[in-house]
């Protein structure tokens, strides 16, 4: 059965529109709410973000410092997780 | 006071050395949490065989790529595991950390300390997968490995570098040929590993008692999953027992591996297997269950010198069910082997120990993997065992039988005596060989039997004793000359002559 070409231009346009704003999201967790100038320099310091539409999240359980997820990955820069490592360092410490 | 600041010390000591630095870490959801098994969805970017870290702290390792799943097998307990919660990559695949300071040791696959101790350090890990060395590197089989059990080491010769297979009933005694192979390891610079799979952790403590016993800790690590452990961790134990012996083997050493036992592997694979969906085939073994101890298995070969000269013998144990060895499981892991030694439940239970059935019993290098000296004696023994097991059937005639036919029956069954051995007492090269000796050679044919091994604990306690020099000039030089056998038969003599 051959499908109409138009319909099949328009199938594409909604696929293509919905993959792009799928992968150009990048969300960025901060405790306070983030200044569009902040956001703007986090963009400028993470160079792979370029083509990332960033918006800005808030959660105040992270302490201080952001995270930023986009696609799969994680940047985890909070006090948070720094604060979990050193619970593990602690504990692996032997005399 | 002073306490707590040197461990405050060693904390800031710990973290100057790690610096902070901006890494992008995959991150991926549970969608799923089966018995052991975790699905996750994102971890777009994850490769397999890569280590996963859950909230909880909990390692999962990455066993199945999907579309747009991934399933997980969870290195520890999985009970508090939610939906929805993060679990993010290491980026790194799995390996152990391995340094001299793990002889001695009790671990678990993930070489986290299992007996108290602290934690293993080490700046080297080695990968629990790897591919086997390719024939390149190898070199054949030459040199022996004495097993200390007079039987195997007699007829079915173990080189270093071989994979042995040990195979019976439950109940037959394949721990303890495993142990005692061990145990006599303690003068040779072999280092031994004996990996514990499934196993009662009553027996675990047993064995680890039984070594420190007999000072063998010293140069043996103990690799337990026991019964209780999850099936990944049941599913990785040989794999990181293999790593931790090629850690050595690299460094020039020979390694002796006891895996204990494959059977319960090849269990955990199977639920593992199950619960991922993949397709069950014979016996309900998922399809790569060949490949699942071939791989392992391949991994013990003996090094050319110019990769160092080490080698890593391997003693895999399969457990059989009713003395039947056309199962799915033991016919392929006999298949990968260079040979099996098999223990059957009725010479056990007829007082032969170790229930060796040295008809079936194979060692595909056999010779050339023997001592000269333990050659010499060999040759006679096979050959007089041989036609004692052909005339078995007629020992029930003895009556009336001819003098040739009863002198082979006698000898047979004396030589039958003289290779009964107590469990945990390995016997050095030369007490095997002289031990041998005298039954070969027709002074025990007038003894009768009960009291053989009155007569074998004789002979020991005199060789142990009048004739030190003797021992160690056959131990050293592995070759019986003809002054050595005339010295011998003075020593039997005499013991014959004082046994009750």
Same mark, same amino acid.
């Given at each position: 059965m051959a499908i109409d070409p138009d319909i099949k231009e328009e199938l594409k346009n909604i696929l293509e529109e919905k993959n792009i704003a799928k992968k150009q999201l990048a969300m960025v967790v901060s405790s306070y709410k983030l200044s569009d100038a902040e956001l703007d320099n986090i963009k400028k310091s993470f160079p792979i973000l370029k083509k990332y539409f960033l918006f800005n999240r808030v959660d105040n359980k992270i302490q201080a410092g952001f995270i930023i997820k986009f696609d799969s990955k994680v940047v985890d820069l909070t006090l948070r997780s720094q604060l979990n490592n050193f619970k593990k360092i602690t504990y692996e410490v032997d005399r | 006071m002073k306490l707590i600041d040197e461990y405050l010390k060693e904390i800031e000591k710990d973290l100057k050395s790690k610096k902070l630095r901006i890494k992008t870490e995959e991150v991926g959801?549970?969608?799923?949490?089966?018995?052991?098994?975790?699905?996750?969805?994102?971890?777009?970017?994850?490769?397999y065989g890569e280590l996963v870290e859950f909230n909880s702290g909990v390692l999962g390792y990455v066993i199945e790529?999907?579309?747009?799943?991934?399933?997980?097998?969870?290195?520890?307990?999985?009970?508090?595991?939610?939906? #929805?919660?993060?679990?993010?990559? +290491?980026?790194?695949?799995?390996?152990?950390? $391995?340094?001299?300071?793990?002889?001695?040791?009790?671990?678990?696959?993930?070489?986290?300390?299992?007996?108290?101790?602290?934690?293993?350090?080490?700046?080297?890990?080695?990968p629990v997968e790897k591919v086997a060395p390719s024939v390149v590197y190898r070199k054949p089989v030459t040199a022996p490995l004495q097993t200390g059990t007079k039987a195997i080491d007699a007829l079915i010769p173990?080189?270093?570098?071989?994979?042995?297979?040990?195979?019976? %009933?439950?109940?037959?005694?394949?721990?303890?040929?495993?142990?005692?192979?061990?145990?006599? @390891?303690?003068?040779?610079? /072999?280092?031994?590993?004996?990996?514990?799979?499934? @196993?009662?952790?009553?027996?675990?403590? =047993?064995?680890?008692?039984?070594?420190?016993?007999?000072?063998?800790?010293?140069?043996? /690590?103990?690799?337990? =999953?026991? =019964?209780?452990?999850?099936?990944? +961790? @049941?599913?990785?134990?040989?794999?990181?027992?293999?790593?931790?012996?090629?850690?050595?083997? %690299?460094?020039?050493? %020979?390694?002796? /591996? $006891?895996?204990?036992?494959?059977?319960?592997?090849?269990?955990?694979?199977?639920?593992?297997? +199950?619960?991922?969906?993949?397709?069950?085939?014979?016996? =309900?073994?998922?399809?790569?269950?060949?490949?699942?101890?071939?791989?392992?298995?391949?991994?013990?070969?003996?090094?050319?010198?110019?990769?160092?000269? #080490?080698?890593?013998?391997?003693?895999?144990?399969?457990?059989? +069910?009713?003395? %039947?060895?056309?199962?799915y499981i033991p016919t392929n892991v006999i298949s990968i082997t260079d040979g099996q030694i098999f223990l059957q439940p009725d010479l056990f239970n007829a007082g032969i120990r170790p229930a060796i059935n040295v008809g079936i019993s194979v060692s595909r290098v056999g010779g050339t993997a023997q001592t000269k000296a333990m050659k010499s004696v060999a040759a006679k023994l096979k050959l007089d065992l041989a036609q004692y097991r052909d005339m078995a059937a007629f020992s029930q005639f003895e009556s009336e039988l001819d003098e040739e036919t009863k002198k082979f029956l006698n000898r047979g069954s004396k030589l039958t005596q003289i290779l009964i051995q107590k469990k945990n007492q390995p016997y050095s090269l030369a007490l095997e060989v002289a031990l041998i000796w005298s039954a070969t050679h027709g002074l025990l044919d007038d003894m009768p039997i009960a009291k053989i091994n009155n007569f074998e604990n004789q002979l020991v306690l005199r060789l142990t004793t009048k004739a030190k020099k003797w021992l160690e000039r056959i131990n050293k030089n592995k070759i019986l000359t003809e002054t050595d056998e005339t010295e011998l038969e003075k020593y039997i003599k005499e013991t014959i002559a004082i046994t009750r």
């Amino acid at each position: 059965m051959a499908i109409d070409p138009d319909i099949k231009e328009e199938l594409k346009n909604i696929l293509e529109e919905k993959n792009i704003a799928k992968k150009q999201l990048a969300m960025v967790v901060s405790s306070y709410k983030l200044s569009d100038a902040e956001l703007d320099n986090i963009k400028k310091s993470f160079p792979i973000l370029k083509k990332y539409f960033l918006f800005n999240r808030v959660d105040n359980k992270i302490q201080a410092g952001f995270i930023i997820k986009f696609d799969s990955k994680v940047v985890d820069l909070t006090l948070r997780s720094q604060l979990n490592n050193f619970k593990k360092i602690t504990y692996e410490v032997d005399r | 006071m002073k306490l707590i600041d040197e461990y405050l010390k060693e904390i800031e000591k710990d973290l100057k050395s790690k610096k902070l630095r901006i890494k992008t870490e995959e991150v991926g959801i549970i969608e799923e949490v089966k018995d052991g098994v975790a699905i996750l969805s994102g971890l777009d970017n994850v490769a397999y065989g890569e280590l996963v870290e859950f909230n909880s702290g909990v390692l999962g390792y990455v066993i199945e790529l999907g579309e747009d799943k991934v399933g997980v097998i969870i290195l520890g307990e999985y009970l508090n595991l939610e939906a #929805g919660s993060q679990a993010k990559s +290491l980026g790194f695949t799995l390996s152990v950390p $391995v340094s001299e300071k793990i002889l001695g040791r009790v671990v678990d696959p993930l070489c986290n300390p299992q007996d108290g101790g602290s934690k293993i350090r080490s700046e080297k890990s080695y990968p629990v997968e790897k591919v086997a060395p390719s024939v390149v590197y190898r070199k054949p089989v030459t040199a022996p490995l004495q097993t200390g059990t007079k039987a195997i080491d007699a007829l079915i010769p173990v080189g270093r570098g071989q994979r042995e297979l040990i195979i019976g %009933d439950r109940g037959t005694g394949k721990t303890t040929i495993a142990i005692d192979a061990i145990l006599n @390891q303690k003068n040779e610079k /072999v280092i031994c590993i004996y990996c514990g799979i499934g @196993q009662k952790n009553s027996k675990m403590a =047993a064995v680890v008692n039984l070594l420190t016993k007999n000072n063998a800790m010293d140069y043996t /690590v103990i690799v337990n =999953a026991s =019964a209780s452990a999850p099936a990944a +961790l @049941q599913y990785l134990a040989p794999y990181s027992a293999m790593a931790i012996a090629e850690y050595f083997m %690299d460094k020039g050493k %020979d390694v002796l /591996v $006891v895996f204990d036992d494959l059977t319960k592997h090849a269990w955990a694979y199977r639920e593992i297997s +199950l619960i991922l969906r993949r397709p069950a085939g014979r016996e =309900a073994y998922p399809g790569d269950i060949f490949y699942l101890h071939s791989r392992l298995l391949e991994r013990a070969c003996r090094l050319d010198e110019k990769y160092g000269g #080490g080698s890593i013998t391997a003693l895999p144990i399969i457990e059989t +069910l009713e003395d %039947d060895l056309s199962t799915y499981i033991p016919t392929n892991v006999i298949s990968i082997t260079d040979g099996q030694i098999f223990l059957q439940p009725d010479l056990f239970n007829a007082g032969i120990r170790p229930a060796i059935n040295v008809g079936i019993s194979v060692s595909r290098v056999g010779g050339t993997a023997q001592t000269k000296a333990m050659k010499s004696v060999a040759a006679k023994l096979k050959l007089d065992l041989a036609q004692y097991r052909d005339m078995a059937a007629f020992s029930q005639f003895e009556s009336e039988l001819d003098e040739e036919t009863k002198k082979f029956l006698n000898r047979g069954s004396k030589l039958t005596q003289i290779l009964i051995q107590k469990k945990n007492q390995p016997y050095s090269l030369a007490l095997e060989v002289a031990l041998i000796w005298s039954a070969t050679h027709g002074l025990l044919d007038d003894m009768p039997i009960a009291k053989i091994n009155n007569f074998e604990n004789q002979l020991v306690l005199r060789l142990t004793t009048k004739a030190k020099k003797w021992l160690e000039r056959i131990n050293k030089n592995k070759i019986l000359t003809e002054t050595d056998e005339t010295e011998l038969e003075k020593y039997i003599k005499e013991t014959i002559a004082i046994t009750r």
